[in-house]
């Protein structure tokens, strides 16, 4: 599917409502602007935007008066059945890896922690149907990663892709996560040591994170979720690095929010959670996304603050315009970000090392990129290397120069 494609502008904001809708079905908001029946084009669009937002498991659990009306099994109401049943059947056996994963790492002492998706369908969903995964996300002590290695190799699984340098690694794992590890016919794994990439005070949010996390069950294994305020700022601050970094953010991750607050809201102590954002350094995204949770799903937060602006319901529902353009504008600060993280390293050498690496990488690294075999000869691309990232740096500038002149 074309993802810049547009409607007309009226349909194009009804769609977003109307998604906006479904998201709401898990609370005060009724799913029946969302229902299925309708003219075909507004019905078909409609499907494309819920699969776009990983919330075709949702359309067909919160349409049951518009299912049992459905004449066309073979037809896009059969595909998005289909859809909902394969959700059913992948998220099984991703709760069963994910019970091979926790066993594991419980026989070797480390303890384990399930984000975002992994949680969200643990925690909050009664049906598995509904909720979407694309891989699996794992907080881990940072002290226990060369242990967590040797057990994911033990479990069979291998990275995908490889590092600049050993620096590279290290502020990986303190920033974001490790590169993903692969198995065949399973989700890839993500192991982090952190849960804001790097947006906030990263360190205080682990710390307080693992002060109060709490145990889950998953199947006959046992790991850890965040606690209800610590996962909806989680939750708040990957949605806005999605949106800002991506210019686009999947509405399941509003989704898990809104059911959240239907289930834990009355119990949270929000003063505690206005604190908490603020301690973490992501007070003022977190209070963009408190604002668009009450603006457009009438859920009531307290003490939101009066300077935060809700984000509009057609950038919720299809992302920023030209969308290509606006990840390129983001090169540059991604670049900048990179060599300032440098500060992070102790010690001039690893800095420096870390530095040149940025530009000329080890060689598996360059091997990856390039998709290069073991015996390939690689001063060409040591030389190619630096070019390129020079290229896309001024290629980034100049579409941040274009956005900035669009918009005037």
């Not at 991604?334 to 990488?361: D, T």
Request: with cysteine.
């Amino acid at each position: 599917m074309n993802r810049e494609r547009m409607p007309d502008a009226h349909l194009s904001g009804v769609l977003c409502e109307a998604l906006i809708s479904l998201c709401g079905s898990f609370g005060r908001v009724s799913a029946g602007s969302a229902c299925t029946a309708g003219p075909s084009t507004w019905r078909d669009e409609l499907w494309r935007l819920a699969d776009e937002h990983d919330l075709t498991g949702l359309l067909w659990a919160s349409q049951g008066q518009c299912r049992a009306a459905a004449t066309n099994p073979d037809g896009l109401i059969g595909t998005l059945k289909r859809s909902y049943l394969l959700q059913i059947a992948s998220n099984t056996w991703v709760l069963a890896q994910l019970e091979e994963i926790a066993n594991a790492f419980t026989a070797h002492g480390v303890r384990l922690v399930a984000l975002k998706g992994a949680a969200a369908l643990l925690w909050l969903y009664d049906d598995i149907g509904c909720r979407s995964l694309s891989d699996i996300d794992l907080l881990v002590e940072e002290r226990a990663v060369p242990e967590v290695r040797r057990i994911m190799e033990g479990l069979g699984y291998f990275q995908q892709g490889a590092y600049c340098s050993p620096e590279d690694e290290f502020l990986c794992i303190r920033g974001s996560h490790l590169l993903p590890y692969m198995r065949p016919g399973c989700l890839s794994v993500e192991i982090h040591g952190a849960i804001l990439a790097g947006r906030g005070k990263d360190a205080q949010a682990v710390a307080e994170s693992w002060a109060s996390s709490v145990p889950v069950p998953c199947g006959h294994a046992r790991l850890w979720r965040l606690c209800p305020a610590h996962f909806l700022l989680h939750a708040a601050a990957h949605f806005m690095k999605h949106l800002t970094v991506d210019g686009f953010a999947p509405l399941k991750g509003m989704a898990d929010m809104i059911l959240l607050l239907n289930k834990c809201g009355s119990e949270m102590d929000w003063p505690a959670f206005w604190r908490t954002a603020d301690r973490w350094g992501i007070a003022s995204e977190v209070a963009t996304i408190m604002a668009t949770l009450t603006r457009h799903w009438g859920l009531e937060i307290p003490v939101i603050p009066a300077h935060a602006v809700p984000i509009p319901a057609r950038l919720l529902g299809r992302g920023r315009e030209k969308r290509a353009q606006y990840a390129a504008a983001m090169i540059p600060r991604y670049y900048v970000q990179r060599l300032l993280r440098a500060r992070e390293l102790p010690g001039l050498f690893p800095r420096l090392r870390y530095l040149y690496r940025i530009l000329f990488p080890l060689p598996s690294n360059l091997r990856y990129r390039y998709h290069l075999p073991d015996g390939a000869e690689l001063t060409p691309y040591y030389l190619l290397h630096p070019l390129t990232i020079v290229g896309r740096f001024i290629r980034g500038l100049a579409a941040m120069i274009w956005m900035q002149f669009s918009r005037s």
